[in-house]
C-alpha cells in the first residue's frame, strides 16, 4: 500500500474538516490506515488540482539541463497547474514548454532583499501549495518561504535549511554524475513525499518545443539578413561568458568557419551575448569569407528559434550549446577545462569532442600553462566531425 504525507499549514479556509484531517496525518503510513474512501477521495482529488511553483536556475545551460526534471514532475502530477518562476531572459526559452501551464519572469529589483521581498509578494498572490526549489542559494528559499508557501522542497545548502519545509541532502555523488539527475533526484524526493513512492521511473529527455511560428520567423529573420536558407547554415558559439579557458580559439573558429565556406558552400553564423562580442570581431577579422554575426543582437527567444533551424550548431562549453541540443539541432560541443561527464550538452543530436590531455579537467577559469586541452583540437578534427553530423541529418 502505497504511503503518502502532504504536511500541515494549509489555510482551512479553502479545505473541508475531512481534508484538513488528511493533511494531518503522521508522515510515512499507509494511506489505509487512517482514510476513510471519502478522504482518499479527497486526497486525489488535491493532487490534481494542486498549484506548483518551480523556481528556475541563474543560467541557460542549467535551465536547459533541469528540463528532464520539470517533465517528470508534470508526469508524476499530470493535472496540477505547474508554474515555473524564473528571470526574465529564460522565458524565451521555455516559451513553448508543454510541460508547464504559466512563466512567472522577473527581473533583479536592485538589491536582493528587494528582490526577494517583491517576487515573496507576487508568489503569495499565486496561492501555490508546493514549491521545488532548484538553485541551491539561499535567497530563493527565502522567496518561498516569505510567500506563505506550506510545502517547500529544496537541497540542504548555504545555510538555508531552516527555510524549508522538506530539506534533501545533496548526494555524495553531486559531482560525478550529470547535473541533469542533481535536479531529477529533487524531484523524485517530491514525489516520495506526496506521493509515497516514485511514480515515473522511464528517463525523461531533454528537450525543448519551438513552435512552427517561431522556426517560420527565424527563417524569414536569417532570409532578411542575406542568407539562403535553401543552402547549409552552420552556427557557431565562440565565446564563453564565465570562462576564457572554455574558449576554442578564435583563430580555429575563422579556420573552421573558411573550411566550411570553401568545401561545402556553407554559411556560418556567429552567436553569443554582448559580453562575447569580442570574440566575434575577431573571427569576422579572421575568416577570408563572409560570417553572418548576431553576437548581442537577439534575445534568448530569438536565439532559440533560430538555433532550431540551423544544420548544425559547433560552440565551446556554452549555454546555446545545451539549448541548441535541447531544439534538436546537431550541436557539436568542443570541450577543455570542464567536466562532460556532468555538464555536457545531452540530446540525441549532441557530439563531444575534447582531446585529452593530463591536466583535464581543471575547471579553471584562465589557464595557467598553455591551454593544450583547446589547442589540440585542430580545425579539421572539428570540420571531419562536423561534415560525419550533417551526413547523418541528411541520411535521417
Wanted: aromatic share 8%; with cysteine.
Amino acid at each position: 500500500m502505497s504511503a503518502y504525507y502532504l504536511g500541515g499549514g494549509y489555510s482551512s479556509r479553502t479545505r473541508s474538516a475531512a481534508m484538513r484531517r488528511t493533511l494531518q496525518r503522521p508522515r510515512f503510513l499507509p494511506l489505509s490506515t487512517f482514510l476513510s474512501i471519502r478522504e482518499l477521495k479527497l486526497f486525489f482529488c488535491y493532487c490534481s488540482h494542486m498549484r506548483i511553483v518551480v523556481r528556475g536556475t541563474n543560467w541557460i545551460g542549467d535551465a536547459v539541463m533541469a528540463t528532464p526534471a520539470m517533465r517528470r514532475l508534470r508526469r508524476s502530477f499530470p493535472e496540477a497547474h505547474i508554474a515555473l518562476h524564473t528571470r526574465r531572459w529564460a522565458e524565451g526559452i521555455f516559451r513553448d514548454a508543454d510541460f508547464l501551464d504559466e512563466i512567472i519572469a522577473f527581473d533583479q529589483a536592485g538589491s536582493k532583499l528587494k528582490t526577494v521581498r517583491e517576487q515573496a509578494r507576487l508568489l503569495k498572490a499565486g496561492n501555490f501549495d508546493l514549491a521545488v526549489i532548484l538553485p541551491n542559494s539561499f535567497e530563493s528559499a527565502a522567496t518561498v518561504r516569505l510567500a506563505g508557501i506550506p510545502r517547500r522542497f529544496g537541497y540542504r545548502a548555504d545555510r538555508r535549511g531552516f527555510l524549508l519545509s522538506d530539506s534533501v541532502t545533496v548526494p555524495a555523488w553531486k559531482n560525478e554524475r550529470h547535473e541533469s539527475e542533481y535536479y531529477l533526484n529533487l524531484v523524485g524526493f517530491v514525489e516520495k513525499q506526496i506521493l509515497g513512492s516514485a511514480v515515473v521511473v522511464e528517463p525523461e529527455p531533454v528537450s525543448l518545443n519551438v513552435s512552427d511560428t517561431r522556426r517560420g520567423e527565424a527563417i524569414e529573420m536569417l532570409r532578411s539578413l542575406g542568407l539562403d536558407t535553401s543552402r547549409t547554415v552552420v552556427g557557431f558559439g565562440a565565446g564563453s561568458t564565465n570562462s576564457l579557458a572554455k574558449r576554442w580559439p578564435a583563430e580555429r573558429f575563422a579556420m573552421l568557419s573558411d573550411k566550411f565556406a570553401n568545401e561545402l558552400g556553407s554559411q556560418v553564423v556567429l552567436f553569443g551575448s554582448e559580453a562575447e562580442q569580442d570574440v566575434a570581431e575577431e573571427v569576422k577579422r579572421i575568416a577570408k569569407h563572409d560570417v553572418l554575426d548576431l553576437t548581442g543582437r537577439t534575445d534568448l527567444a530569438q536565439a532559440t528559434g533560430l538555433l532550431s533551424v540551423l544544420d548544425l550548431f559547433v560552440s565551446n562549453d556554452m549555454g546555446l550549446a545545451h539549448l541548441a541540443g535541447a531544439v534538436g539541432t546537431p550541436t557539436l560541443a568542443i570541450f577543455g577545462p570542464t567536466n562532460e561527464t556532468t555538464t555536457r550538452p545531452l540530446g540525441n543530436r549532441v557530439t563531444i569532442m575534447r582531446e585529452p590531455v593530463e591536466c583535464a579537467p581543471c575547471m579553471l577559469r584562465e589557464c595557467p600553462i598553455d591551454h593544450r586541452c583547446m589547442t589540440r583540437i585542430k580545425p579539421e578534427m572539428v570540420f571531419e566531425t562536423a561534415v560525419k553530423m550533417l551526413e547523418n541529418r541528411t541520411e535521417e
